[in-house]
């Protein structure tokens, strides 16, 4: 494979240091692409072989590239508490269907410092009885942060799964003001 896929498509990625640990951003010519928890080493590979093969191309090491730059700036700012949207080109081809579906509500109707259940966010996209489906779209989330699957939770008040860890979960709704900053 070379770093040229399918219709001349190039994937480029940087790993930047946050506030919940090290994220992998990948961008394509369209945008945005895959947002990766815990990009160390092991799992920055793991991500990109699973890119390599999910779009056809090897994915190729550019901080400096103009593809990157305005996703770091932005995660930058919203983990110092200086953003509050991203306002990105996003690359869909990742997922598809309802899970495409519920990404899209919930990136463009639930905002900064909400948060959302899962059975509501079911019945926005016309799918009342979803709620579980909609669990598992948040699990194939392939840009949490940016599309913000940590806001979406259980109906009874409980924090629900989050494919980051519960942890990661914590400290994106408390930066968001929704809880409580961790005590230790």
Known sequence: MDSRGRDGQQVVWAVVGTGIGPLLLAATRVGLVNVVFHATDAVRDRALARLAGRLGTEPVEAPGSPLLAEAIRQVDAYFAGERRTFDLPLDWSLISGFHRQVLRELASEVPYG????????????????????????????????????????????????????????RKLLALEGVLPEPLF
């Open 114 to 169: 909400a948060v959302v259940g899962y059975g509501d966010l079911a019945r926005r996209v016309g799918q009342p009885a979803a709620a579980q489906a909609v669990g598992t779209a948040m699990g194939a989330n392939p840009l949490p942060v940016v599309v913000p699957c940590h806001r979406v939770v259980e109906s009874d008040g409980g924090i629900g799964g989050f494919g980051g860890g519960l942890e990661t979960k």
